[in-house]
């Protein structure tokens, strides 16, 4: 006869090789699109700049996963005078060209750029305060920051710094594969169960 032990340890065997494979799966895919960013964040703080003054920061973008991607960056007011916010020029540039030059107000975002697996390039981000700017703009003060995305292959957005999107067709398999392997497995141990009893009664 079948030892109930037996099929038990079957069973959790079982169990945990599914989970181990499914993990090892969504480890490979998480790795699949990566972009890694030096610094990690790019963020200006206009206080002290006065009509002609400039500043610049310098960033790093690296394809770090396995596969090429496109990105693309957009700026994002956070507090102070957007009316200063709105007025600042913003230019942008890569080793080789300019890649934006206009109000900072009217930046949207930066056109799509194709960046391949392990490779990496650089971006120099400068806002000037304009000189013609009038006395009203004299104190004011502006935070704004840069967010950088990669273009999914589903066609949705992730910014750098987001969750990872769910393997949602993945877990719902999983669960019905699990579910399906607990139901074999009880139905199994009741008909052993039910013989064991039966082969008692006849003895």
């Known amino acids: 006869m079948v030892n109930l032990k037996a099929v038990l340890k079957v069973f959790i065997v079982t169990i945990i090789m599914i989970l181990s494979q499914n993990a090892e799966a969504e480890a490979e895919e998480n790795n699949e699109i990566d972009i890694a960013l030096s610094p990690a964040s790019v963020s200006f703080n206009v206080s002290k700049l ?8 310098e960033i790093d973008i690296l394809n770090s996963g396995t596969q090429d991607f496109k990105y693309l960056s957009s700026a994002k007011f956070i507090s102070g005078s957007e009316m200063l916010y709105n007025a600042l020029i913003l230019t942008v540039k890569d080793e080789k060209k300019e890649l934006y030059n206009g109000s900072l107000g009217n930046f949207h975002k930066l056109e799509p750029r194709l960046l391949a697996s392990s490779k990496q390039e650089k971006l120099t981000l400068t ?21 950088f995305y990669v273009e999914g292959t589903m066609g ?48």
Do not use: H
């Not at 006065?50 to 920061?57: E, K, N, T």
């Not at 169960?193 to 082969?199: A, E, F, N, T």
């Open 156 to 203: 949705g957005v992730f910014p750098v710094d987001g969750p990872k999107l769910p393997n949602t067709a993945t877990d719902v398999f999983q669960i019905l594969l699990v579910g399906a392997i607990m139901a074999g497995t009880g139905m199994i141990l009741f008909r052993l169960q039910s013989k064991k009893r039966l082969d008692l009664k006849r003895s």
């Open 50 to 57: 006065v009509p002609g003054d400039w500043a610049s920061r």
């Open 127 to 147: 806002i000037e305060m304009p000189y013609e700017l009038g006395n009203e703009y004299q104190g004011l003060t502006s935070d704004f920051e840069f967010k």
